[in-house]
């Protein structure tokens, strides 16, 4: 999925949207289980310079704080990719914030990969240009 910025809010100029959906956030506290933490439904955007998290309902409950997110993919640690059925779980480290939970359900299995792919692609080495995997010696 591509769209100019003028497709979504808050997006830079020339920015290209790669995948959006609902997910299920809670952010993390120390010496809590990640179990036992209130979450909330966020609207994620993966574009193809920044991941972005805002509250899906305009208007956030009074005693729950406000939760947004615009950090570039360089910024994002995956911790951990995991099925919980029926949902998907990314763990999530952001520089310089707390780690947070992104719990994607089926419908958005396609967003789930995406945001993992985009952070695991980012994190991975890469490869001499043109050498070929090494087979065993034996």
Avoid: C, K, Y
């Amino acid at each position: 999925m591509t769209t100019e910025a003028g497709g979504e809010e808050g997006l830079e100029p020339g920015e290209e949207v790669r995948a959006t959906g609902r997910a299920w956030l809670a952010l993390g506290r120390p010496r809590v289980p990640f179990w036992l933490l209130a979450r909330t439904v966020h609207r994620v955007v993966l574009t193809d310079r920044r991941l972005l998290v805002r509250p899906a309902r305009r208007r956030s409950a009074p005693d729950r704080p406000r939760v947004e997110l615009a950090a570039p993919l360089a910024g994002v640690t995956l911790i951990r990719s995991r099925p919980l059925p029926p949902f998907r779980q990314l763990r999530l480290q952001v520089i310089g914030g707390p780690e947070v939970v992104l719990e994607l359900g089926p419908r958005q299995a396609n967003l789930a990969r995406a945001v993992a792919d985009a952070l695991t692609r980012r994190a991975a080495p890469p490869g001499p240009a043109g050498a070929a995997p090494e087979e065993g010696v034996g």
